[in-house]
């Protein structure tokens, strides 16, 4: 069974740009979440979907957002990308229940100029 | 506010040197406590989940047990390819719908041959 699938796998920006990232789940799976993984901050919740849903909400701005297809596949957007933003963006799937465990996929690495 | 902390932050061994790091963690309900390794540019990949104070689990070289106050992982006879971050996370009740994983910063493991 194919694992979760991140594109692309690295990024460069300039600071105001926007940028949007995809995660392909792994088959069956209806539930996506999002996490950015700093040195200093670890990793930390974004948001997470379900059936097109969000069911979920981290404490970040609004310049973060995202979206799930029908066909559970998800992408996550930042606009108006500031200098902080330069971190390791995960994104894991799920069946979608509870404690169900959460598939990482490899990340996508966003430098921010 | 669900909090997670992992101790030691780093620790190296030698192989064969038998250890445990800890995880302590502060939630309202416990739904699952989960482990991830992750190596050095990649997503976490999954190890373990934990529901309930008393339960444990074995993968090879790995025990992982649960309290009700923190987790510990075991690793008896670690090799130099156990050398990994380890990541602790948690999700929480909340009464309905609560997915997010809520992450402790990890120990760097090093384990010298």
């Known amino acids: 069974k194919a694992g979760v699938t991140q594109t692309p796998r690295y990024l460069i920006k300039t600071r105001g740009q926007q940028v949007t990232l995809s995660c392909s789940p792994i088959?069956?799976?209806?539930?996506v979440s999002w996490y950015q993984q700093t040195p200093g901050q670890g990793l930390q919740f974004l948001f997470e979907y379900f059936s097109e849903t969000q069911r979920n909400k981290g404490n970040f701005p609004g310049r973060f957002s995202g979206r799930q297809f029908s066909n559970s596949r998800s992408e996550m957007n930042v606009s108006t990308l500031e200098l902080g933003d330069s971190a390791l963006y995960l994104c894991?799937?799920?069946?979608?229940?509870?404690?169900?465990?959460?598939?990482f996929g490899p990340g996508t690495r966003l430098l921010v100029l | 506010e669900d909090q997670v902390t992992q101790s030691p932050e780093a620790l190296r061994l030698q192989e064969g040197e038998s250890s445990s790091l800890n995880c302590s963690y502060t939630v309202s309900g416990l739904r699952g406590l989960f482990w991830y390794r992750q190596d050095p540019g990649k997503g976490p990949e999954f190890l373990f989940t934990l529901y309930s104070a008393g339960e444990e689990k074995e993968k090879e070289r790995l025990k992982a047990t649960l309290t009700k106050k923190e987790s510990f992982l075991h690793i008896t006879a670690p090799k130099p390819e156990d050398s990994a971050t380890y990541l602790c996370?948690?999700?929480?009740?909340?009464?309905?719908?609560?997915?997010?994983?809520?992450f402790g910063k990890g120990t760097l493991l090093t384990v010298n041959p």
């Open positions: 996370a948690v999700q929480a009740e909340r009464g309905g719908s609560n997915y997010k994983l809520t």
């Open positions: 088959s069956g799976h209806r539930s």
């Open positions: 894991a799937s799920s069946l979608g229940g509870n404690a169900e465990t959460q598939y």
